[in-house]
């Protein structure tokens, strides 16, 4: 038994030294895997802001929003809704502003979730940024916010 005991002391300190040392490794590797992140996040910021750059001078953007109105909604609460909606053409940097209802064509890839949409294009993404700031595009947001079953979806292109 006594023999036994510096072997157990030996292996106890081989142990806690490979412990230590992998430790250290895995240290040196997290470091390594998040300078390696970290350019990655870099690259991709960099790229995002080309390809802003780029889609700018493309041509117009258009914004194209579905709503979802709810079931209970009075006349007058319906008409606030359309009004408001109609209100953007007031927004001066709009182009090619369209409100309808949706239409069921018959074709069976039809969006039946939404029933209301608006469309129009701006020129670039700063005047984008500046309808979203707009006084009458935030009129809209409360009015919706009390019309809508869900957030608005949206899909947004370059015209080309």
């Not at 009075?74 to 369209?98: S, V, Y």
């Not at 294009?121 to 409360?142: C, F, G, R, T, W």
Request: with cysteine; proline share 3%.
């Amino acid at each position: 038994m006594k023999q036994l005991l510096p072997f157990l002391i030996l292996l106890l300190l081989f142990t806690a030294c490979k412990e230590q040392a992998s430790t250290n490794v895995g240290s040196d590797s997290t470091q390594l895997e998040l300078k390696k992140l970290q350019a990655e996040l870099a690259f991709y910021k960099k790229e995002n802001q080309q390809l802003k750059t780029k889609s700018r001078t493309k041509g117009l953007l258009t914004h194209t929003v579905f709503l979802k109105r709810k079931d209970n909604l009075t006349k007058p609460e319906i008409a606030a809704l359309k009004d408001a909606i109609n209100a953007l053409k007031e927004i001066d940097f709009l182009q090619d502003f369209h409100v309808g209802r949706i239409a069921d064509t018959g074709d069976i890839r039809f969006i039946s979730d939404h029933d209301v949409f608006f469309s129009f294009s701006v020129k670039n993404i700063e005047e984008m940024d500046a309808y979203q700031k707009h006084p009458i595009h935030l009129a809209l947001k409360k009015v919706a916010g009390k019309s809508i079953v869900a957030p608005p979806k949206v899909y947004d292109y370059w015209v080309e």
